[in-house]
């Protein structure tokens, strides 16, 4: 059930601002004749909305190819949000440990760890299941530059944003990604993506000692740009809700 959503992502990587998807997949089907269908096409498609507020929303937070729990800065972005709008639900983060319980990689879920980005996701579906989450948002930051290398190893971006380029004319960008996903089927409701300037953090970053703070606000300026994105995407998705 994991297919559309990597179409989706692949999709939406050419997009700005967050990417919506409620379409039914038996809709998607019956409008066209089953010999007209490939099988895994339509194996592919057989998946349905489910959308029902408020609900257990997972937070998964993708850094360096390992899944990891939000840090207190980016776990209050969330908390914002819920405060804003408690319809949502709640947010609770998917945690590396329940992930270990699964039977899955907690510490390296990157392509080349897992084989594909599917499996993957497929590893925090499970975890997210058995914290009896209804949906989860799976979301990473890393850092490009325009020559394609890290420039400071905040971080590669792996799994959700990992054939995303800058489109900005900057030095070095922060990138962020993230989808929406649901727990139970997979179905892919959205995704979004975000490039912040980051020229300012790989200037000093090797020279200063304070590598660690300053990999830190680097990644919660990237957080900082998606999350809102993120929470456009929730409010578009709860006026579709039932």
């Not at 800058?166 to 409701?189: C, E, H, K, L, Q």
Request: hydrophobic share 45%; net charge neutral; charged share 15%.
């Amino acid at each position: 059930m994991t297919r559309p959503l990597i179409a989706l992502i692949l999709l939406a990587l050419a997009a700005c601002g967050p990417s919506i998807q409620t379409t039914s997949g038996a809709d998607f089907i019956a409008a066209t004749p089953a010999s007209f269908i490939d099988e895994d096409i339509a194996k592919a498609a057989a998946v349905e909305p489910n959308l029902r507020f408020p609900a257990r929303i997972g937070i998964a937070r993708i850094v360096n190819g390992s899944l990891t729990l939000p840090p207190a800065e980016e776990t209050a972005l969330f908390t914002d949000i819920a405060e804003r709008n408690s319809r949502y639900g709640e947010f609770v983060p998917v945690s590396p440990l329940i992930m270990a319980m699964t039977g899955s990689n907690a510490t390296g879920i990157n392509r080349h760890q897992s084989g594909t980005a599917a499996a993957a996701i497929q590893q925090i579906r499970l975890a997210s299941a058995r914290q009896h989450l209804d949906y989860v948002i799976i979301y990473e930051i890393g850092a490009r530059s325009r020559t394609g290398n890290t420039p400071f190893a905040l971080a590669d971006v792996t799994l959700v944003g990992g054939m995303l380029l800058p489109t900005r004319n900057i030095s070095v960008a922060g990138i962020g990604a993230a989808a929406f996903v649901d727990v139970r089927n997979g179905y892919p409701y959205g995704t979004t993506q975000v490039a912040a300037d980051l020229s300012g953090f790989a200037r000093t970053f090797q020279a200063d000692r304070r590598s660690n703070e300053l990999r830190a606000q680097a990644t919660l300026k990237v957080a900082e740009a998606l999350v809102p994105d993120i929470e456009t995407m929730l409010s578009e998705l709860a006026a579709r809700a039932r």
